[in-house]
Each structure stands twice: as C-alpha cells, then as structure tokens.
C-alpha cells in the first residue's frame, strides 16, 4: 500500500450540478477522515460549480457526462474522456478510482483495461436494462457495490462473488447527535400536519403522485395537511416544465395552500426537525441520502415498496405503498394520519439507520480501497507508461 501521504481515492462523478445525492455521500465520507488517512477528490463537468458545502475538491473534464438518454452517446464520449483521465493520471497521483455513474463505468473499465489495474464502482441506480450491469460485475478487475440487498436481487448478481460488496449510502454522523424529533398526536393537534419531501424538482422524484394522492384524501384529513418539498429544480428543460406542472397540477387540485415547493434549503436538518412525516414518493430510489437522515432524528417515512426503501424503512419506522399508484399512497397517508402511535419511537426510527451513517460506511469502504491500493500489477501487464 502507498506509504506517501494519504490514500487518494479519484470519484469518477461527471456531475454538472451539485444537487447531493452522490456529492452528497462523498461529502459524508469525507467528513469522517479525521485521521487524515484518505484523500477524496472528484472528478466533474468542465461547467460544474459547487453550490453546496463542505468544499470538495475537483478535478475537470470536458468530456464527461454522468448520465444520458442515449446509451450510444455516452460510449462515444468515454473513449475522448478515457483520454482525459490518461492524462490527468500522468500528473497526478490517484490510488484509487472509483465510478459512481453510469457514464464514468465505461471510463473505468477502458482505463482498468489499459493499465491492468482494478477499479470500483458503486451502482446508485436501478436500471431497467440490466445486462449491462450483470456483465460488468463479472469482470475480474472490477469490484462492484450495491448498495442495498434489494440491489443485488435486481440486478440478479451472483452473491458468492467475491469482488461484490453490498454498502449502503451514507448520512452525516452529526445526524445522530441531535436532538430527536417531537412527535406531535395528529389526531389532536393544534396545527397542519406537516409533511416533507426532500429532492429534486424532476419527473422521476414523483411528486406529482404525491399531490394526487393528498387531492384524494377525504375532506377531513386533507385540510390538516401541510407539504413542503424541498430541492432546486435542475438546469434541465424537462425539469423547468415539470415543475411549471407541478404548480399548475397544485392550483387545479386547489392545494396551493398546503402543497409548497420550497426550493433548496441550507437548513435541511432543522426542516425536517420541524416535521411529521417524511414523504418519498420515487419508485426504485436507490439509497436516499435525505429519507435515512429523516429517519436518523427519529421522523417516520412514507415510501415506495421498491428499491433501497424495502430495506431501509423497516417496520414500525414508517409505512410503504404499491410504486406509482396514487390510491396506495392515499392509503398510507390515511393510515399515518389516523394512527400516528403505530410508529415506533423515535429513538428506535434512529436505531433502525445507526449502522449507514458515514463512519460505519466508511469503514465498509476503507478495506476496499487500501486492498485496491496495495494491488501490485504483474510486471508482464505493466504499461509502459506506469
């Protein structure tokens, strides 16, 4: 393993924006190096500018997408930003990379190729067309993440694999150090209900379901509800008219009053300190940052019953609905508004996540990154430019 200052692990990202999610997962891992052990640095868009903190440090590519509808197109982009990273390689040193998105695998997997060294990637999605996925975890220098159970029953991987490796995402430790939240009675309360989504404003969050299904809700039940969802709305032209439906979609169903999109906030700890129930209504969320801090101060959840959410949100720390149906969900809404003591504590909602915040991830993570470190490549592999 290097012996020349810390670990430094290179994050194929290719984010434009700095919505969290990944970022925020990275920032969480790098929280907790207070040893000094590890170095995180990530490699993004050429247009990337940091929004949120901490800082993170970067590294630029012109190349680089994270995502795209076009499959094709983003082949066509890894082989000029393989190039990119080549170089980047040249001048600086880098122990480990590790791929977060769809866009960067294949980056990965032609530097892996050309220098014979192993690589990581972490899955953060649950893509409808698995075979891409099935076979790169077959390869012999790629080490795969998944980060729920669910995941690698999706993806049918073979779980004897010794280079798979199930890690969950990460919230901040600090999310255990405050104080838990009050639960009020719903039945008896003085004030709105008050819900919270956290995400983006774009069409795969859903919350359009979200708002049919408290239009459904009767009478009675709907005016106690409040619901703030909190995230930017993306640089995307679909996510600037989905938006403008949403609003269009809350004035109709005549729900301005109490359905509010409220933005991005810096204060996210103290919103949903100040809530009832955490709402996500995404179907197949792989690992949600925001719905384990929820549940970290001790709010119980309202969620799909699909990817990562089957595992996290266990029983008694929140309720699950059928994907996509709007009746489902006014369902569970009902059932949390007119049985609110069927949740348990919110001491034992935070039990339910000690074991994803970042200190215990980043352990999980730790030996995988120094075993891929201290890999030696045979000399007969060995390129010339190593």
Same mark, same amino acid.
């Given at each position: 393993m290097p012996d020349h200052g810390p670990l430094t692990i290179l994050h194929l990202v290719g984010d434009q924006e700095d919505t969290g999610g990944i970022l925020s997962v990275i920032r969480n891992l790098q929280s907790v190096n207070g040893d000094g052990a590890f170095r995180h640095v990530v490699w993004v868009q050429h247009r990337y500018q940091e929004t949120r903190k901490p800082t993170l440090e970067y590294r630029y590519s012109r190349w680089i997408r994270a995502e795209s509808s076009h499959h094709f197109g983003l082949i066509l982009r890894s082989l000029p930003a393989t190039y990119e990273l080549l170089?980047?390689?040249?001048?600086?040193?880098?122990d480990v990379l590790h791929a977060h998105t769809r866009g960067t695998l294949p980056v990965a997997l032609f530097y892996s190729e050309l220098a014979k060294?192993?690589?990581?990637?972490? /899955?953060? /999605?649950?893509?409808?067309?698995?075979?891409?996925?099935?076979?790169?975890?077959?390869? /012999?220098?790629?080490?795969?993440v998944a980060l729920t159970p669910n995941m690698v029953r999706h993806y049918d991987l073979d779980q004897d694999n010794p280079r798979l490796h199930t890690i969950s995402a990460c919230f901040g430790d600090e999310f255990l150090q405050h104080p838990l939240v009050e639960r009020q009675d719903n039945r008896t309360a003085g004030r709105p209900v008050r819900l919270i989504g956290v995400g983006s404003i774009v069409g795969w969050k859903k919350w359009d379901l979200a708002i049919e299904a408290i239009r459904r809700l009767p009478d009675a039940l709907r005016q106690k509800i409040e619901f703030n969802v909190w995230g930017p709305t993306l640089y995307f032209p679909e996510a600037q008219t989905y938006a403008a439906q949403l609003k269009e979609q809350t004035a109709q169903a005549g729900l301005s009053n109490q359905v509010y999109l409220r933005g991005a906030s810096p204060r996210i700890l103290?919103?949903?300190r100040r809530s009832d129930l955490f709402l996500l209504p995404s179907a197949n969320e792989p690992c949600s940052v925001a719905l384990m801090e929820a549940l970290a101060l001790g709010l119980p959840a309202i969620v799909s019953r699909s990817g990562g959410c089957v595992d996290i949100v266990?029983?008694?720390?929140?309720?699950?609905?059928?994907?996509?149906?709007?009746?489902?969900?006014?369902?569970?809404?009902?059932?949390?508004?007119?049985?609110?003591?069927?949740?348990?504590?919110p001491a034992r909602i935070r039990d339910s996540v000690k074991d994803?915040?970042?200190?215990?991830?980043?352990?999980?993570?730790?030996?995988?990154?120094?075993?891929l470190a201290a890999w030696k490549t045979p000399s007969r592999d060995r390129p010339q430019n190593s």
């Open positions: 170089k980047l390689i040249r001048t600086e040193r880098f060294r192993p690589v990581l990637f972490t /899955n953060h /999605n649950y893509a409808k067309r698995l075979g891409l996925y099935r076979w790169t975890a077959r390869q /012999n220098r790629l080490h795969t103290d919103e949903l266990k029983p008694g720390c929140g309720l699950h609905f059928e994907p996509d149906d709007p009746d489902s969900l006014r369902e569970a809404l009902e059932q949390a508004l007119l049985a609110p003591d069927a949740f348990d504590a994803r915040c970042a200190s215990q991830v980043s352990e999980a993570y730790r030996k995988i990154w120094r075993d």
